[in-house]
């Protein structure tokens, strides 16, 4: 039965006003902190960790957790409406649920999950990069414990995996050398990471639910156990590389360009996985998403306009990316798993 507002107790207020978030000093969290923190119309608490060296946006408030202690992550989810999960991927395996049970305890109704990449509904996509399966127990147990879910499907990050490393997107940077994949003519959708925190901001700020049978409008709970799909720019490797050489001044001459099969690619990341070495895993991850064949590309799909997204500059988040490149490289850890 679908819920209207005219039905709720007295003082429903029909809005999100109270988000917690895991990872708001973290590389997708901040950008959703900010977002959401620019509307003035949500109080943002961040979940972090004590002693956490991870620097938070201003304007949030603060409940330092401790995964070992779940009556610290009830006490800190207490009173709010809605958690946003956006943790680190080398967390250990066990530290989503436990955010989720104790969300349930706390009386969450909703939580976003772990995720931001790209369409649940490729399974196999979501098979073959390892991350589908994983997604779909996290979305499994949300809705089993009682309470709703809103995935992000944005497809890769363009700033952060232009910036990433090889792995990622094919640069290296301080080589200046690019590896593609195949011709590097395939297409992926990718979002910014602003564009991520946008999307997540103007769904946060829709009313909770229809005011009534006649009310037609987007809501939250349009979304609820359901994916937002949005999208920044859809390009190959190639397109990367022309934004790349108007943005740095360099032409073909100043780069070193090797081609590799995506299919070989793949196995051999996925060989490395298998033994342990999860430096396999983005080489596994990109070279399966630009399968020519079988690409990720969610950009049918995409509801920017129903959100009211802008259009981005490709050029600009080129460079916002190659700004990013040393600050990753500070990140050896984490990014090489
Ligand atoms: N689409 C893409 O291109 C793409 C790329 C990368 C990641 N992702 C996905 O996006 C999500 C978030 O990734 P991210 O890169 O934004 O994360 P991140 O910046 O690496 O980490 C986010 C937060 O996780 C917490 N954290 C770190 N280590 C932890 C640990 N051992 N135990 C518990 N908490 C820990 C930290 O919060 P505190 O220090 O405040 O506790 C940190 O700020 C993941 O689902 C990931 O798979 C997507």
Redesign the pocket.
């Known amino acids: 039965m679908p819920e209207y507002a005219k039905n709720q107790s007295a003082g429903f207020t029909n809005a999100i006003e109270r988000i917690a978030i895991?990872?708001?000093?973290?590389?997708?969290?901040s950008h959703i902190a900010k977002a959401l923190l620019a509307t003035g119309r949500h109080t943002v608490t961040?979940?972090?960790?004590q002693g956490?060296?991870?620097k938070?946006p201003e304007g949030v408030l603060v409940a330092s957790?401790d995964?070992n202690d779940e009556a610290t992550i009830v006490a800190a989810l207490k009173g709010q409406q809605f958690l946003i999960i956006?943790?680190?991927?080398?967390?250990?395996r066990d530290?989503h649920s436990k955010l989720v049970q104790a969300a349930a305890k706390a009386g969450i109704p909703y939580v976003m999950p772990?995720?931001?990449?790209g369409d649940i509904d490729d399974i196999k996509l979501g098979e073959d990069t390892l991350?589908g399966p994983v997604a779909k127990a996290n979305r499994d147990e949300i809705e089993r414990l009682g309470m709703q879910w809103i995935t992000v499907c944005?497809?890769?990050?363009y700033d952060?995996?232009l910036a990433g490393g090889e792995a990622r997107f094919g640069f290296d940077f301080n080589k200046r050398s690019l590896t593609l994949y195949d011709d590097g003519n395939t297409k992926n959708s990718t979002?910014t990471l602003s564009q991520v925190g946008r999307a997540v901001a103007k769904v946060l700020s829709l009313n909770e639910l229809p005011q009534d049978e006649n009310d037609k409008s987007v809501t939250v709970s349009t979304f609820l156990n359901n994916a937002v799909y949005i999208k920044s720019f859809v390009v190959s490797q190639n397109d990367m590389f022309d934004s790349v050489k108007r943005v740095t001044g360099t032409t073909d001459a100043d780069w070193t360009i090797t081609h590799e099969d995506t299919k070989k690619r793949y196995e051999a990341g996925l060989a490395q996985v298998k033994v342990g070495n999860m430096a396999g895993f983005s080489k596994l991850l990109y070279a399966r998403a630009f399968y020519p064949d079988a690409a990720s590309n969610l950009s049918v799909k995409a509801q920017n306009e129903l959100l009211g997204l802008p259009e981005e500059s490709l050029d600009e988040s080129t460079k916002v990316g190659i700004d990013l490149v040393k600050e990753l490289q500070l990140?050896v850890e984490?990014m090489a798993s």
Do not use: D, E, I, K
């Not at 961040?46 to 960790?49: E, F, P, Y």
């Open positions: 895991v990872g708001a000093g973290g590389t997708v969290g961040a979940l972090s960790r956490s060296g991870n938070l957790v995964y956006t943790m680190a991927p080398t967390a250990p530290t772990n995720g931001y990449a991350l944005c497809g890769f990050w952060y995996s979002s990140r984490r």
